[in-house]
């Protein structure tokens, strides 16, 4: 057995070995989308509280922050939280089983405060409100680093006097040693800062020892519960579990039944070439699984379409490389010699269509949100994994077995000798 065969068959087996070993755990990796699992989906429109204000790109973003950490709170898996446009807010979430309660804590607003142990019982803590989102400028947050490269939180008020008297009284109790300017983000305390003396002005900074995330962490919050926002909901869709376990059931019928046609079909018609495409074939879909994995996307019905579209593609380029090879074993080329010639000439014709597909895709990313959005970028990462599979794969293993110097008949490429012209 030569060399070139050998490598034929060790690649084969240890990808063909991979696939069939780790395609369990790649599947049941998969996320989900509400359409495939269940649960509902909300479209917000943003808009200011007070007259005359605005809702900017920074507060849109921060807003939608918190209505993922509520729900996360929840303990939902994963909710999907993106913004739309210039005021909305769109959020999808799968598994759920108490849709009321997600919603309703969706609903209610972050409550961020300020707060001191002033007049309160031992055993209450911080007891007193004493600061509210409210009181902050809108943005007024920002993270700074000292010259003892420590990180600190400047904040702006909107009213000095309210801030200097404050903290001249939570001063005071620096005796008993609970002087702290608590800070809440509804119930949960985030931080707790020594006020040390009074600050007669809007600016003010939290020192201690954070670290960068800590210290960018809580200046969004402090930002998040200043901002002015009211949230109406535009849009809102449910799906039912079961529904959504029968759309993925079939679909993924569909969707394998389809598969095994094509493969039976390329090999029945293109014969080695087609045998080859195959195996190339199914090492694309589970790279393509992997793929969708590693970017924690998250798979919908639209998602399924651009997944086997994607195999589409895949079988389109094994065809274009098998025509190639059977013309130039038409024109009574060796072997060798056609597989070389219809591998280079179907190159730049395969890459071609890939790049028209790819830039498609790409306008349906930055034009298209949501369900759309999500097809773009399945079809994206279907086009990269075609490439890897389909051209650079297929060829290596079609070349590797041509010139170990095993086949010698065209018929094995699907080509009769009475169509071989004599040169």
């Not at 006020?195 to 020892?209: F, K, L, R």
Request: glycine letters at 8%; one cysteine or more; proline letters at 2%.
């Amino acid at each position: 057995m030569n060399r070139r065969l050998l490598a034929f068959i060790l690649i084969v087996a240890v990808s063909l070995g991979v696939v069939g070993g780790l395609s369990k755990w790649v599947v049941d990796d998969v996320k989900l989308g509400l359409d495939l699992k269940g649960g509902f989906e909300i479209l917000y429109e943003a808009e200011p509280i007070e007259a005359g204000g605005k809702v900017t790109k920074e507060s849109l973003t921060e807003t939608a922050k918190s209505l993922e950490a509520r729900a996360n709170a929840t303990g939902v898996a994963e909710p999907e939280v993106t913004t739309e446009g210039t005021n909305r807010i769109r959020v999808k979430i799968a598994g759920v089983t108490d849709e009321a309660k997600v919603r309703d804590i969706l609903k209610k607003p972050a409550e961020l405060t300020f707060r001191s142990a002033r007049g309160c019982a031992a055993d209450k803590g911080y007891c007193k409100i004493e600061l509210r989102g409210s009181d902050f400028k809108q943005n007024g947050a920002d993270v700074r680093q000292t010259q003892l490269n420590e990180y600190e939180i400047t904040i702006k008020m909107k009213s000095a006097s309210k801030f200097a008297e404050i903290t001249r009284e939570v001063a005071k109790l620096s005796a008993n040693g609970t002087n702290q300017l608590a800070i809440y983000l509804d119930d949960k305390m985030l931080s707790a800062p020594n006020v040390s003396s009074e600050i007669n002005s809007t600016d003010a900074s939290i020192t201690g020892s954070f670290t960068r995330e800590e210290a960018y962490d809580l200046k969004n919050t402090i930002n998040l519960g200043a901002l002015p926002l009211k949230l109406t909901e535009k849009y809102t869709q449910s799906v039912g579990a079961t529904l959504g376990k029968q759309s993925l059931d079939e679909t993924m019928e569909a969707g394998i039944i389809a598969t095994i046609v094509i493969l039976l079909f390329m090999m029945i018609f293109y014969r080695l070439p087609g045998v080859i495409a195959s195996i190339s074939i199914i090492v694309y879909i589970w790279l393509l699984l992997l793929g969708f994995n590693l970017i924690h996307a998250t798979l919908t019905l639209p998602g399924i379409a651009a997944f086997i579209l994607g195999i589409g593609i895949a079988v389109d380029a094994n065809i274009i490389m098998a025509e190639r090879i059977r013309e130039e074993l038409r024109s009574g080329k060796s072997i060798m010699s056609s597989q070389k010639a219809g591998s280079r000439h179907s190159f730049r014709t395969i890459i071609d269509s890939h790049v028209t597909t790819a830039i498609a895709a790409l306008v349906l990313f930055f034009i298209g949100v949501g369900s759309v959005k999500g097809f773009a970028v399945i079809l994206l990462l279907s086009i990269v994994m075609s490439i890897i599979t389909n051209v650079f794969f297929s060829r290596l293993l079609l070349t590797l077995l041509v010139r170990s110097g095993v086949v010698k008949k065209k018929t094995n490429f699907g080509v009769k000798e009475s169509e071989v012209r004599a040169l």
